[in-house]
């Protein structure tokens, strides 16, 4: 069974940075397109950024464009979020997933964006 270990999050100002990270267990990551998402308060989950198995091709939601990074180690069965610039609307528990979110959902990371 693939377990989801999403870290990294925590308090930080606005205009501040985090760097998530996802391990990946029971599974080989380089398998598989992999993705992170995101839940804000009241909000439905979304998708933030995507990134495919060899890493030669991300997408990123419009409202993270250019502040965010996807990136992936296979390696090492890691998956990682780099964020920048923060803003209070990013505040939200995100969570990473294969591509097609077929695996169950981590605990998630809780992001919290505030002054």
């Known amino acids: 069974q693939v377990q989801l270990v999403e870290s990294g999050g925590g308090l930080v100002q606005p205009g501040g940075s985090l760097r998530l990270s996802c391990v990946v267990s029971g599974s080989f990551l380089r398998l598989y397109d992999m993705a992170w998402y995101r839940q804000g308060p009241g909000k439905q989950r979304e998708l933030v950024a995507s990134?495919?198995?060899?890493?030669?091709?991300?997408n990123y939601a419009a409202s993270v464009k250019g502040r965010f990074t996807i990136s992936r180690d296979n390696a090492k069965n890691t998956m990682y979020l780099q964020m920048n610039s923060l803003k209070p609307e990013d505040t939200a528990v995100y969570y990473c997933n294969n591509r097609a979110s077929t695996w169950d959902w981590g605990k998630g990371s809780l992001v919290t964006v505030s002054s």
């Open positions: 990134i495919s198995s060899g890493s030669t091709i991300t």
